[in-house]
């Protein structure tokens, strides 16, 4: 069955770090990729996505994905993270039957 | 309203109980979705449709649960005699017809069966 992993569950850093989150689908052909995030509070909002062309994706707020296709993956990645970074992250891609496969989502919590 | 709007935002019912969960779509949005997410878990698909015409109810767990969409812009997610195990946040979302992929989503409701 295709699949969506995110290997952290929770992560916590101090503002100003660097932030990577993982993510690795099964799914083999053509993909489309996507981060979705959801504030405290707020609904699920997209935050960027991969259909084709430059493997190196921008998002809103600084952040940033690279498809790396021979590894399956599509991690996120801010190179200064911000107090209201904190939210729950979720990978998502497009299956095989054109319906959209979310991971479990990461919380991201930011110290002040 | 400029987005995804679903109501009740939290609905809690005794098991056995039936539940309509509304959503409304942004205003010319052709698609429409309905998620289940349960608690550490992300949104899993349960149908979708186009205009008034349902094209996947593949996701449904079973015939307890039905969705309609009659004139083809709010949604109801009906789910008749409610168990503990359909607690879970239902998430709408829709899209417009040249971008399918790109789902904006509601608030969810937030359904408890006690």
């Known amino acids: 069955a295709q699949s969506v992993s995110q290997h952290n569950h929770h992560v916590i850093l101090s503002e100003a770090a660097s932030l990577e989150l993982g993510c690795n689908y099964s799914?083999?052909?053509?993909?489309?990729l996507f981060w979705y995030v959801q504030y405290p509070g707020q609904h699920l909002q997209l935050l960027l996505k991969?259909?084709?062309?430059?493997?190196l994706v921008k998002g809103i707020k600084g952040f940033e994905a690279e498809f790396i296709k021979s590894k399956f993956s599509f991690n996120l990645r801010k190179p200064s993270v911000q107090w209201s970074d904190t939210a729950e992250y979720f990978c998502a891609v497009v299956g095989r039957d054109d319906k959209i496969i979310f991971g479990k989502g990461t919380r991201l919590h930011i110290l002040p | 309203g400029a987005g995804v709007s679903q109501s009740p935002r939290y609905k809690v019912t005794k098991r056995g109980q039936d539940v309509a969960l509304r959503c409304d779509p942004i205003s010319g949005h052709v698609s429409l979705y309905w998620y289940r997410q349960a608690l550490g878990q992300g949104p899993e698909f349960l149908t979708y449709f186009n205009y008034e015409a349902q094209q996947d109810k593949s996701g449904l767990p079973n015939d307890r649960f039905s969705a309609e969409r009659p004139e083809g812009s709010i949604s109801t997610l009906t789910i008749q005699r409610t168990e503990q195990r359909d607690s879970a946040m239902y998430r709408c979302a829709s899209s417009s017809g040249t971008s399918r992929y790109e789902q904006y989503f509601g608030p969810g409701t937030r359904l408890t069966v006690t």
């Open positions: 799914y083999g052909g053509t993909v489309n």
């Open positions: 991969y259909f084709s062309g430059d493997p």
